[in-house]
């Protein structure tokens, strides 16, 4: 199977910028399509960002579009989570995710590979 880490996580005034990185091992992530959800304290895992195996696809969700880019360097083994524009409704642990088909990505959390999590915190 495919081992994920997250890293990239921080603390950020609203409107600021991270970066979140996912690096892969075990496994090449080329045949993976990659995703990002997030989790707040008492808060169901959402949807936030995923990609095809090689790059060519991507989807967003609502609450994210126009402010975070998901990116994947598949010789790296590493996907990759551009966020802009943060707002406080961002807060939360970002967990890195891998699946062999882009539609389940999209639209279960069941099926998945998961990494750890990372912290992203947003103040006003």
């Given at each position: 199977?495919?081992?994920l880490?997250?890293?990239?996580?921080?603390?950020?005034?609203?409107?600021?910028?991270?970066?979140?990185s996912?690096g892969a091992?075990?496994?090449t992530?080329?045949?993976y399509?990659?995703?990002?959800?997030r989790?707040?304290?008492?808060?169901?895992?959402?949807?936030?960002?995923?990609?095809?195996?090689?790059g060519?696809?991507?989807n967003y969700a609502?609450?994210?579009?126009?402010?975070f880019?998901?990116?994947?360097?598949?010789?790296?083994?590493?996907?990759?989570?551009?966020m802009?524009?943060?707002?406080?409704?961002?807060?939360?642990v970002?967990?890195?995710?891998?699946?062999?088909?882009?539609?389940?990505v999209t639209?279960?959390?069941?099926?998945?590979?998961?990494?750890?999590?990372?912290?992203?915190t947003?103040?006003?």
């Open positions: 199977q495919v081992q880490v997250e890293s990239g996580g921080g603390a950020v005034q609203a409107g600021g910028s991270l970066r979140l996912c091992s075990g496994r992530i080329s045949m399509a990659m995703g990002w959800f989790q707040a304290p008492g808060k169901e895992r959402e949807f936030v960002a995923a990609i095809s195996w090689s060519g696809s991507t609502d609450s994210v579009k126009g402010r880019t998901i990116s994947r360097d598949n010789a790296k083994n590493t996907v990759y989570l551009q802009n524009s943060l707002k406080p409704d961002d807060t939360a970002y967990y890195c995710a891998a699946h062999p088909s882009m539609v389940k639209t279960t959390l069941s099926g998945l590979y998961w990494g750890q999590g990372t912290q992203v947003v103040s006003s």
